[in-house]
């Protein structure tokens, strides 16, 4: 089991002939995601990477079923492509591009929730099923499959936790990389619900970053609704007031969303908090031993 | 991306949301000419910097004739403002805002900016006109109102209305207000703000409203198609080495300690950072060099971290996914010979062939440079060597 996406999940890739698209596209179909087709207006008709290339989304759907939809368009027409794919009927779209203006993922997120379209980024690694299916630019061969779920707003701090699982002797059965931009699709008050109704999960990591507000709410989502062991790590507890670190997000504003009181109330929630990155694999063996 | 009080001031008239009238200057001479032009016999002087609490710091000047604005602008044009959000160090003032004295009868605060809980902006109104808008929150957060816009009905008059009854408006001046919010959520979304501050929005003695005061930050993302905001970036306002490093990709910030940190992506840099202070450093930067680290940026990296005369040591902490580990490595030991680097460069290398960059690394079997196991090793020997140890 694993949640949201697995050897069965039918993928179209949006933005599917360009350099990155192609690239990664290539990548997720070697790691044996059913990559069905993808979308480039104007190309139409013809083959890429073996698959068929349609000019719209809706074309797409019609003819392959995808359910999926994995974006890589360029950051300004990142809107286009998430209501395009949310008016197809696409069930979940993953956000890959990085860039794209808040406004345009305000208008965007409203429309794919209106239409019932779950989305994961944007500016974010993906998501991968372990040993099944891989949606993003993760390195799959990070991910072993084990019984640990993975929710991160960080792309290589995301390989860093898994690495650290595995080495641990544990996997992984979900990784999803939310993404660092000030608006969001799925976080973690979305997934966490979804790793404690999967059987296989039995321990759920949460990687945060300073910035915002959505690891408080993970807290008290988890104090009342989360029964299996969390461990959790937020990155930025150095980081300086008032200054974007990296991530669009990534900011402490007006002396709120800083790493400590992230912490505290994970903390107060029962999870197992670390202050060093270095442990995350170590406080999953904790956590599973008991 | 931040700009000066005047440019956003130029905005909000272009949409029609009333301020004092006024001009920027460079030099005393203009400062002169722009109070003439204006007339009256009032004005205000006011150091433009991208920081708040000017006037506590003497940034801002009333003169009662154009010979004190001659005074004060010689006396500000110059100085090295230090205020409350510019550090210790303080900012240089380079250009000052002439406009004119404003009857002013009572002060308020009005800002807005992204709810990021609610996903839409939100905009607020407080009575405590003049005081940091935080403090406020922190302690009477009773006296703000606040109000979320959803965009895809935009602003309606109860929006206005909320804001309006919420400061205690009397009836005869809610229209007014209103049209004035209305004025500046059309500047917000029109520019892809993010985050507008009017602290503090005056009532005239003639029941005017103005914006005394203007703040405006935008969306870097958005940039791209307001060209005519991008024009009003001003690059002596930003940190030289933070400007440098994003003209080669790099996201860099500087930070007070001594220890250099070199990663990719951003999570695991500021996971970097926090790791050097758990082991006992103080990290020296936030710097992020993509996906790619390949030797160019790698040396570039190196280039700017050196800047900083208090680096005694450097973390590469490269997880390596896609981008393997031994390109990484040859990338390393490619920039170590495009650019001297004479601090020890502690570098950890794991993730997709992490032996084989290992091996390459020990092979080259350059002085400075010591090799990590994993990240806490890492950090441990990096931390140590910027001790001297």
């Known amino acids: 089991m694993s949640i949201l996406v697995n050897k069965d999940s039918k993928v179209i890739v949006q933005g599917f002939t360009g350099k990155e698209g192609t690239f990664h596209a290539s990548q997720c179909i070697d790691y044996g995601t059913q990559i069905v087709g993808g979308v480039t207006p104007g190309k139409g008709g013809q083959e890429h990477l073996g698959k068929p290339v349609f000019n719209t989304v809706e074309e797409a759907v019609n003819s392959t079923g995808a359910t999926v939809s994995m974006i890589f368009v360029p950051p300004a027409f990142v809107a286009d492509a998430v209501m395009e794919a949310a008016d197809a009927g696409i069930e979940l779209a993953v956000i890959i591009t990085e860039g794209a203006p808040v406004k345009d993922m305000m208008y965007a997120k409203m429309y794919a929730t209106k239409k019932g379209m779950k989305t994961i980024g944007p500016n974010c690694p993906g998501i991968i099923t372990a040993e099944e299916c891989k949606i993003g630019i993760m390195p799959g061969n990070i991910f072993k499959k084990g019984n640990v779920g993975l929710i991160s707003k960080s792309g290589t701090l995301t390989y860093e936790a898994s690495h650290q699982v595995v080495q641990e ?17 799925l976080s973690y008050k979305q997934l966490l619900p979804m790793f404690e109704a999967d059987p296989e999960t039995e321990a759920i990591v949460m990687i945060g970053e300073i910035g915002g507000d959505l690891e408080i709410q993970a807290a008290e989502f988890i104090k009342e609704n989360i029964s299996k062991p969390v461990v959790a790590f937020i990155a930025g507890q150095t980081a300086p007031k008032g200054k974007r670190m990296g991530h669009a997000g990534a900011i402490i504003s007006g002396g709120s969303g800083t790493a400590a009181e992230k912490m505290e109330a994970l903390e107060k929630a029962g999870v197992k908090v670390v202050v060093s990155p270095a442990d995350i694999g170590k406080a999953v063996k904790e956590v599973l031993s008991k | 991306m931040n700009i000066h009080e005047y440019q956003a001031k130029q905005i909000f008239q272009k ?16 400062a002169v000419e722009a109070a003439k032009e204006l007339g009256g016999n009032i004005w205000v002087v006011k150091a433009q910097i991208h920081a708040g609490g000017r006037g506590l710091g ?13 005074e004060h602008t010689k006396n500000i044009l110059g100085m090295t403002l230090v205020t409350h959000q510019t550090g210790p160090e303080g900012k240089l003032v380079q250009k000052v805002y002439i406009e004119e004295g404003a009857d002013i009868k009572s002060e308020f605060y009005l800002g807005m900016l992204l709810d990021r809980a609610a996903e839409m902006p939100v905009m607020m109104a407080s009575t405590e006109g003049g005081m940091e808008i935080e403090k406020v929150a ?4 009773e006296k703000i109102v606040k109000v979320n816009i959803d965009p895809t009905i935009g602003f309606q008059g109860y929006h206005g209305r909320k804001l309006a009854f919420g400061l205690g408006l009397p009836k005869e001046e809610i229209g007014t207000f ?24 005056i009532k005239t003695g003639d029941g005017k409203f103005l914006a005394l005061d203007a703040k405006m930050g935008f969306d870097d993302n958005a940039l791209g198609r307001h060209p005519d905001i991008e024009d009003m970036r001003d690059l002596s306002e930003e940190e030289p080495t933070e400007v440098e490093a994003k003209r080669y990709g790099l996201s860099y910030v500087k930070l007070d300690g001594n220890v250099g940190c070199m990663v990719n992506g951003a999570g695991l840099s500021m996971a970097t950072m926090d790791i050097i202070k758990h082991e006992g450093g103080e990290p020296a930067n936030f710097l992020d060099v993509g996906g790619g680290a390949n030797p160019e940026t790698v040396a570039k990296g190196f280039e700017i971290i050196l800047e900083d005369p208090n680096v005694k040591a450097i973390f590469v902490n490269i997880f390596g996914g896609i981008v393997r580990c031994d390109r990484v490595a040859n990338g390393i030991l490619e920039a170590t010979k495009m650019t001297e680097v004479n601090v020890p460069v502690v570098v950890r290398l794991d993730g997709t062939n992490a032996l084989e960059a290992a091996e390459i690394l020990r092979n080259a079997n350059i002085e400075n440079i010591i090799t990590a196991e994993s990240l806490a090793d890492g950090a441990k020997k990096v931390v140590a060597a910027a001790k001297g140890e």
Do not use: C, H, Q, W
Request: charged share 25%; proline share 7%; glycine share 14%.
């Open chain 2, 58 to 70: 003497g940034g801002v000047k009333l003169a009662k004739s154009i010979e004190e604005v001659e």
């Open chain 2, 15 to 30: 949409y029609g949301v009333p301020t004092p009238r006024g001009r920027v200057a460079f030099s005393v001479n203009e």
């Open chain 1, 169 to 185: 002797g544990f996997g992984i059965t979900t990784a999803v990389g939310i993404g660092g931009d000030p608006i969001i699709g």
């Open chain 2, 178 to 201: 209103i049209k004035f919010a209305k004025a500046l959520y059309d500047v917000y979304m029109d520019n892809d703000a993010e985050m507008i501050e009017i602290n503090p929005l």
């Open chain 2, 138 to 141: 922190a302690e009477t957060p």
